[in-house]
C-alpha cells in the first residue's frame, strides 16, 4: 500500500477486555515497529520486528502486550485483560532497511478503556 | 541508554519570526538525531536526520538541524515561521547499542504559530 495503515482508528474497550490492533506496512519494508503514546507524551517503543523475527520486546508494559508478525508482513498487537493506564495512541511505523531510523508511521489507534 | 531531552512543551512565535526548537540528546556513542513532526489526528513524520556526515542537515518544509557534538546539541530552526508549521515536534535518536534500530523520542514541543 501507499503508506502504513492501522486498524481500527478508534477502539473503546471495558476494563477487563482482551483487544487486538493491526498494522499493516509499506509493502517490501522489512523492519516493523510498535509505539505507545499517552497523552502529551512522546511516544514510547515496545517492540520491534525484523521480517518475522521479533528482535527487541523490551519496551512491552507487561505479559498482557503481545505481538505477533506471523509471515513478515502485516502485524497485531494484542492487549489482554486491558486497564483504564492502557488508555492511549498506538503507533505502527515500517522501514525499508535496517538501521536507517527512517521510520513511516500509520495513523495510530487511539485505545480508550473505560 | 540513548535518550533526548527538548526544552519547552509549548513555544509560541509570530508569522514570520525565527523557529527554534531545542534538543539535547544523550548516548555514549555517535548517535542518528531525527526530528519528526505530527499534524493534529496524523502520523509523524520525518522533517530532517542526522546520520554523522554533514553537521548542518537541511529538511523539508525550510527546516533544519545543527548537530554540535561539543554541546550535545540537535536543534530545529527555520527562518520564516508559517502558519502551516503549527503541529507538535519531536526529537529522536538511535546509536548504534541497538543496530540504529530503536529510536528513541522525545517528549515533544507543541509549536503555534502566531498571526
Known amino acids: 500500500g501507499a503508506g502504513v495503515s492501522q486498524s481500527p482508528r478508534y477502539k473503546v474497550a471495558k476494563r477487563g477486555q482482551d483487544v487486538a490492533l493491526r498494522c499493516d506496512p509499506i509493502?517490501?519494508?522489512?523492519?516493523l515497529f510498535w509505539y505507545q503514546q499517552a497523552l502529551g507524551q512522546g511516544p514510547e517503543f515496545l517492540t520491534y520486528?525484523?521480517?518475522?523475527?521479533?528482535?527487541?520486546k523490551s519496551g512491552l508494559p507487561s505479559d498482557r502486550f503481545f505481538a505477533e508478525r506471523p509471515e513478515g508482513s502485516v502485524s497485531t498487537l494484542k492487549i489482554q485483560r486491558t486497564q483504564q493506564e492502557d488508555s492511549a495512541v498506538y503507533l505502527c511505523a515500517s522501514s525499508l532497511a535496517r538501521g536507517t531510523g527512517e521510520l513511516f508511521f500509520g495513523e495510530g489507534s487511539r485505545l480508550t478503556v473505560l | 541508554a540513548q535518550s533526548v531531552t527538548q526544552l519547552g512543551s509549548h513555544v509560541s512565535v509570530s508569522e514570520g519570526a525565527l523557529v527554534l526548537l531545542r534538543c539535547n540528546y544523550s548516548s555514549s556513542v555517535p548517535p542518528y538525531l531525527f526530528w519528526y513532526v505530527q499534524y493534529p489526528n496524523q502520523g509523524l513524520q520525518l522533517l530532517l536526520k542526522?546520520?554523522?556526515?554533514?553537521?548542518l542537515v537541511k529538511g523539508i518544509n525550510g527546516f533544519e538541524a545543527e548537530f554540535k557534538k561539543s554541546e550535545t546539541s540537535f536543534h530545529l530552526t527555520k527562518p520564516s515561521a508559517h502558519m502551516s508549521d503549527a503541529a507538535e515536534y519531536f526529537c529522536a535518536v538511535s546509536d548504534p547499542s541497538g543496530g540504529y534500530q530503536k529510536v528513541t523520542f522525545g517528549t515533544g514541543t507543541k509549536l503555534q504559530v502566531i498571526p
Open positions: 520486528f525484523q521480517n518475522e523475527a521479533q528482535l527487541d
Open positions: 509493502s517490501g519494508h522489512v523492519s
Open positions: 542526522y546520520t554523522s556526515a554533514a553537521t
